[in-house]
């Protein structure tokens, strides 16, 4: 069974973002790592990234209707959207929620996640690390 791994929006223009933060990391980087960490580990996934709240939303659709397993980053959306919170509540099968940064060290507002209480549990704060310990995480849920 593949591994839905869902990026939210800004992801995909980390190289632009904070350095102190997120370090040198490209997203293509954070895609080559987490491509890699799968095949040692042996898992399939399939990695996408959106910056529209409508698409991931339909995403996590699909995943819930062929009862795929999730690793979302929902990055802003994490803080007030309750629409992927309602989707991600409809999946089957295990969700992680995942952020290269911890968000309780950072500004206030970033401390509420809306999405934390429906997913089996949340990585922070590990930086692409955070993705393979959801991966490990994963296939322990899986198994
Ligand atoms: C993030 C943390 C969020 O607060 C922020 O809005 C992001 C990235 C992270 O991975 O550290 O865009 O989800």
């Not at 989707?87 to 295990?94: D, E, G, I, N, W």
């Not at 309780?104 to 549990?121: I, P, Y």
Request: aromatic share 6%; hydrophobic share 45%; charged share 25%.
């Amino acid at each position: 069974m593949k591994i839905m791994i869902l990026n939210g929006p800004n992801l995909a223009r980390l190289d632009l973002r904070d350095k102190d933060i997120y370090g040198n990391l490209s997203y293509e980087d954070l895609r080559k790592f987490i491509v890699d960490k799968a095949i040692a580990l042996e898992l399939e996934v399939d990695i996408r990234q959106s910056d529209s709240e409508s698409e991931i939303v339909s995403w996590i659709h699909e995943a819930a209707d062929n009862k795929m397993p999730m690793i979302i980053n929902p990055a802003a959306f994490t803080h007030y959207s309750y629409a992927i919170r309602d989707a991600v509540s409809m999946l089957k099968a295990p969700a992680i929620e995942v952020h290269l940064s911890n968000p309780l060290s950072r500004e206030e507002f970033r401390h509420t996640s809306v999405v934390s209480g429906v997913v089996q549990g949340t990585i922070a704060g590990f930086g692409a690390e955070s993705y393979e310990l959801a991966l490990v995480a994963m296939q322990k849920l899986m198994n």
